[in-house]
């Protein structure tokens, strides 16, 4: 199968794990942050360390590519490009929202076959970055950024439930206020989540170019917002 070497920094949270043949065996979470350009550095290590002291041959490297935080998407990106270029490995992006829908599907909090998943990303005031997928994951609407009030998701509650999380949401709950609008709280992207997202790129062959690759920067979605709000 393969081994992966995980990388998440796009929130305030710092995380490094480290996957084989789809088990996690190794990981380390830092969330008194954001601490991530002193603390990264010492997580990766350690990872790196444990793999060569059990003699197992990383595959590649898997990033978290954003939206989220500038310094801290830069500084994991950073990171993860150093490792391949020296270990000579792939590079997998794995985009943030996706990442965050992962604990939900795997908690089973969610019964109704046809609810969709809204995953949110803080950004300021009412103000959030978010997309739209069913279960599976498919896309029901490409990320953007929403300035949230009751008519924002109007079009998919009236059809069904639409579960919300990450660390935008719960402001954004009384502005929604729909019987279909549901809140699932604590979700954050770890990097121990990252694994069936970057396996499957790993082996669908969806790998990045490590000289040219950059994250999706929040800043990146400015021009997709109202100009008043610019």
Avoid at 26 to 49: C, K, Y
Avoid at 78 to 93: D, E, T
Wanted: with cysteine; net charge negative; hydrophobic share 40%.
């Amino acid at each position: 199968m393969s081994c992966i070497l995980h990388i998440e920094t796009s929130t305030q949270v710092c995380s490094v794990a480290v996957s084989e043949d789809s088990q996690v065996i190794f990981q380390q979470e830092d969330h008194s942050g954001p601490n991530h350009a002193e603390r990264l550095g010492t997580m990766v290590d350690e990872a790196l360390s444990f793999t060569d002291n059990h003699a197992i041959p990383f595959d590649a490297v898997a990033v978290s590519c954003g939206p989220g935080s500038y310094t801290g998407l830069r500084i994991g990106v950073s990171m993860a490009k150093g490792i391949c270029y020296g270990r000579n490995l792939k590079l997998i992006a794995v985009p943030t929202l996706e990442l965050l829908c992962v604990p939900v599907l795997l908690r089973e909090v969610i019964k109704e076959e046809n609810a969709l998943l809204c995953p949110m990303i803080d950004a300021r005031r009412m103000e959030v970055y978010a997309g739209i997928y069913d279960r599976a994951l498919h896309e029901i609407r490409p990320i953007g950024a929403d300035v949230v009030d009751a008519e924002t998701y109007k079009e998919w509650l009236d059809e069904r439930p639409v579960y919300f999380f990450g660390n935008g949401a719960a402001k954004c709950m009384e502005a929604i206020n729909h019987p279909n609008a549901h809140l699932i709280e604590g979700i954050e992207p770890l990097a121990k989540w990252m694994q069936p997202l970057a396996e499957r790129r790993l082996i669908n062959e969806k790998t990045e170019d490590v000289a040219y690759f950059e994250p999706f920067y929040l800043k990146d979605y400015v021009a997709k917002m109202p100009k008043k709000l610019i």
